[in-house]
């Protein structure tokens, strides 16, 4: 069974990137026809796609975070990461790590909670 782990700071300051990595097991991010995708959840809000990565390396990103994001990864490590710039406040989250499949959560990690605080 697969397993995703997210690993970075949890702790970053205004203005800062935020850079998280997950780790997959027992799977291949490179194995179609699997996406790799980050979500976040901000307190007292709900779950908010940030954007996917392809098993042939393509990535997507929500219009909200778009200009400030970028998902790409590292087959040989088999992970996937997220950088996100310019971070404010209002990027306070839980931030998840899943795969999908068929346009659908196949498996979540655990979810690491990063706050954005001077």
């Known amino acids: 069974q697969v397993q995703l782990q997210e690993s970075g700071p949890g702790l970053v300051k205004p203005s800062q990137t935020l850079s998280l990595t997950c780790t997959v097991s027992?799977?291949?991010?490179?194995?179609?026809?699997?996406?790799w995708s980050w979500i976040r959840q901000p307190p007292g809000k709900g779950l908010e796609w940030m954007g996917q990565i392809s098993y042939s390396g393509s990535a997507d990103y929500s219009p909200s975070v778009k200009s400030r994001t970028i998902i790409s990864r590292d087959t040989s490590k088999n992970q996937f990461t997220l950088q996100l710039s310019s971070v404010t406040p209002e990027d306070t989250a839980v931030y998840y790590c899943?795969?999908?499949?068929?346009?659908?959560?196949?498996?979540w990690g655990q979810g690491t909670q990063v706050t954005v605080s001077s």
């Open positions: 899943v795969k999908l499949y068929d346009s659908a959560v196949d498996a």
């Open positions: 027992d799977d291949s991010i490179t194995t179609n026809p699997y996406y």
